[in-house]
């Protein structure tokens, strides 16, 4: 486990139950690691917001302007806020890039710690429904050399034009590391 993972815990027991921790950061800062290692730790739930890209009817030019519309923030609220909110057992439907549709149904019971990783998790619309929102961040050059070890070479350039730029303007322009409790980097 990194030294991240004992850092967020430490600070996740300050907190009063039920919790709903936000690890938000940048593209292969580590977002999914530590959310897995605090679940291997803790024994907390764990939804990536991947399964919340936005469906095709979705991404259209307005959608993709918007800072931080990449992503169903509106299905998260829905199928997943609201529900952890009322402490009620819940169901979402992750989409499936590779099919680009919603697949398999995953049944969540609710527990004493969910943490919602990914980017864009910190948009401003769910901000009020976290107790911690944690922000990775990572060097530009090793984030480059990690998003080419898990996604490989051709994958590489469509990261460097599209999706780093995407998250960095949302980063900058809704403040979104100056606003979390946490922000650590994960060069260590």
């Known amino acids: 486990m990194n030294k991240a ?7 996740i027991k300050k907190h009063a ?17 530590l959310a897995e290692q605090l679940r291997e730790l803790l024994g907390c739930n764990v939804i990536h917001a991947d ?15 918007e800072f931080g519309g990449n992503f169903d923030r509106e299905r998260l609220l829905a199928e997943v806020m609201l529900p952890l909110k009322r402490g009620k057992p819940f169901s979402y439907r992750p989409f499936s890039c590779k099919t680009q549709s919603l697949v398999g149904e ?6 004493e710690v969910t943490v919602i990783e990914g980017s864009y ?8 429904y976290y107790g911690l929102r944690v922000f990775l961040t990572v060097d530009p050059t090793e984030q480059l050399k990690r998003i080419e070890r898990r996604n490989g070479a051709d994958s590489l350039a469509v ?16 403040n979104i590391a100056e606003r979390c409790d946490l922000v650590l980097d994960t060069r260590e």
Do not use: M
Request: glycine share 2%; with cysteine; net charge negative.
């Open 5 to 11: 993972v004992f850092v967020v815990a430490e600070e």
């Open 17 to 33: 139950k039920p919790l709903t921790v936000a690890i938000d950061g940048r593209c292969a800062a580590g977002k999914t690691t």
């Open 51 to 65: 399964s919340f890209f936005p469906r095709p009817e979705q991404r259209n030019a307005e959608r993709l302007n």
């Open 106 to 111: 995953i049944h969540v019971e609710p527990n």
């Open 121 to 128: 998790s910190c948009h401003p619309a769910l901000w009020e």
């Open 159 to 174: 990261f460097r034009e599209r999706w780093i730029p995407l998250e960095e303007k949302y980063f900058a322009v809704l």
